[in-house]
């Protein structure tokens, strides 16, 4: 990396981490601002080894200025950036660009389209985010949709339908309809006959390599010109069952000459032989197209406005041609590129993810590796802090990246002032105990002394971590209790003046009772961690969230005659 470059990458870092840390008043995250560092400048993109330590060092300098410091630099850097943080309302602030024409509607109604072959990872969480944002902006619907129209290759998982809609549910928001498309083959059938009719489809026995020759070459099939009687009878018999897969198939009429080949005569419906998972959808063999599917749908639902993947442009093309012949208008399109995710080692693939688990390298859809929803529900963090996530990546058309600190950011403002603190000792060391009070009294909560303080029995021996471990003659601060000094294996009191720690530098460690304490596993994404904790964490119920003071965030997942199980959240 030349010094140019360097420079500039300097100068992006550091305005994204002042931005980071004045907007949530601390300190900035290296994670927070890789993320849009790099989504803006995609020219950096091939130095990525080289920019996070860039960045760090630009985010330490960040973090030695106070807040006031901050935000005089962020105003001499991108005084913009500053106007915006200054002018924000959280009630009236508008987190999203308009959608396109909605005063042409009479309400703005829009669909999430999920296919159920697997409960949701981080990326789906997008669009019910963005979707249930709009709909709260313009008090309108949203329908929730289940594109389930391939028993074969996207097979639905029985379990997924409700695993969606309890996500859906995590994240907020509830669906004003729910739908599920393998319910409604008889309504396909239907609007396939009156296009038939219309003379816009045909039924067609070419092989896939033949079609696609002629395809390629601009030739019509042999097949185009049927009469529509010719085709209706075969498209019944397509229906009754009489046709294998592969047989025959039935195509939309398009333009055999467009410039796209990927537009001319696409498949509408084509033969499964495998049977639908669903009781109710098992003896149908017959089975649209998404792109004749969902077309028919969003127009029957009256979907105003859709969002879809940027490479997804061809299939709104597709459907244009259908809405043509039956003489509908077209929802308004808006197309956003990829989210990509960091943190993870895991692809974010729905069929990689069932593999992995049934391979046995993750626990299941839950596992705090796993990058789910259901992976973030189970370690405490709240859909709120998702959705404010994802919203703010608003809906460019290029391909945005999600730092999960973003997330973790969000999250810690929502649990931060309920989360009542404990401490957590891991690899911790036995010490004895001698010359002071019987017990320590930490503050519930920092921020909060009218909430009271707990108490620690200290007794004759205490567990330190081994790294808190001090050398022999130097003291330490056990928090909530008072300084002692190591003597000779023991921690000998010498005071409750806590200007040792403001004036003299003492260290303040966490600590816990020898014998009584709560056996604590946290369930993390680099394995299991054990420890323990303090004797009031078993009073915590499942699903509490909890902040092991020096650790981070957890969520309690279990308690069991003094034995704890969390998942980690975040620091």
């Known amino acids: 990396m030349d010094e140019d470059l360097r420079a500039r990458v300097e100068a992006e870092a550091e305005k994204h981490a002042l931005f980071n840390a004045v907007k949530y008043e601390s300190d900035a995250d290296v994670g927070a601002v890789m993320g849009p560092l790099m989504g803006e400048n995609p020219e950096f993109r091939p130095h990525g080894g080289e920019i996070p330590g860039i960045v760090g060092g630009v985010v330490a300098d960040v973090n030695a200025m106070d807040h006031a410091e901050r935000r005089e630099r962020l105003g001499e850097l991108a005084p913009d950036l500053l106007d915006e943080l200054d002018s924000e309302d959280e009630e009236d602030e508008q987190v999203l660009s308009d ?36 709909k709260e902006m313009y008090d309108g619907s949203f329908v929730v949709r289940f594109d389930d129209t391939d028993p074969e290759t996207k097979r639905p998982d029985l379990d997924a339908y409700d695993a969606i809609l309890d996500d859906v549910e995590y994240l907020g928001f509830e669906p004003d309809e729910v739908l599920r498309a393998s319910d409604r083959l008889e309504l ?13 489809a045909y039924t067609c026995s070419c092989s896939g390599e033949a079609f696609s020759e002629l395809k390629n070459a601009g030739e019509a099939c042999p097949h185009r010109d049927k009469d529509p009687e010719t085709t209706l009878r075969e ?35 084509r033969v499964i032989d495998t049977p639908h998972p669903r009781e109710e959808a098992k003896e149908y063999r017959l089975w649209p197209m998404l792109d004749f599917q969902s077309g028919v749908d969003d127009h029957l639902t009256g ?12 299939s709104a093309k597709r459907q244009r041609f259908v809405y043509d012949y039956f003489d509908w208008e077209y ?5 956003w590129g990829h989210v990509q995710i960091d943190e993870y080692g895991v692809k974010m693939s729905t ?40 919203v703010g990546l608003g809906t460019s058309t290029s391909n945005v990246d999600l730092a999960m600190s973003t997330v ?81 294996d023991t921690l000998e009191y010498v005071g409750d003046d806590i200007d040792v720690v403001r004036n003299e530098g003492v260290d303040v460690i966490h600590w816990v009772p020898a014998d009584q304490n709560v056996s604590v596993t946290m369930r ?38 003094g034995e704890a199980v969390t998942y980690f959240s975040h620091d």
Request: aromatic share 6%; hydrophobic share 35%; with cysteine.
């Open 99 to 134: 959608l396109p024409n909605v005063d042409a509607y009479d309400e703005v109604r829009m669909r999430a389209a999920p296919n159920p072959n697997g409960p949701w990872h981080i990326g789906h969480a997008r669009m019910p985010a963005v979707i249930g944002t709009y």
């Open 188 to 200: 396909y059938y239907d609007h396939a006959r009156e296009l038939i009719e219309k003379g816009g």
């Open 235 to 269: 498209f019944e018999a397509l229906v009754d069952g009489e046709y294998n897969s592969g047989e025959m198939v039935l195509r939309v009429k398009t333009d055999i000459e467009h410039k796209n080949p990927a537009l001319r005569d696409f498949v509408a419906f």
């Open 303 to 314: 979907v105003t406005h859709i969002i879809r993947g940027i490479d997804l442009q061809d």
């Open 331 to 335: 929802p308004e399109v808006v197309h």
């Open 351 to 390: 069929s990689t993810l069932k593999r992995l688990i049934e391979e046995g390298e993750l626990d299941g859809w839950d596992d705090p590796r796993a990058p789910t929803i259901k992976s973030l529900r189970r370690r405490g963090i709240r859909g709120e802090a998702i959705v404010e996530s994802m």
């Open 408 to 488: 973790y950011a969000n999250n810690r403002e929502l649990v931060d002032d309920e989360a009542p603190r404990y401490f957590l000792v891991r690899d911790g060391v036995e010490l004895s105990l001698s010359g002071g009070p019987d017990a320590g009294h930490p503050p519930l909560h920092p921020d909060h002394e009218e909430r009271g303080r707990r108490t620690l029995p200290a007794g004759d021996a205490v567990l330190v971590e081994k790294s808190d471990r001090p050398e022999n003659g130097e003291r330490v601060w056990l928090k909530g209790y008072g300084c002692v000094r190591y003597v000779d």
């Open 524 to 561: 993390t994404m680099d394995g299991d961690v054990t420890g323990r904790a303090e004797p009031d964490l078993a009073d915590t119920a499942v699903d509490d969230v909890v902040q092991f003071e020096r650790v981070g965030f957890a969520r309690v997942d279990s308690q069991d005659d």
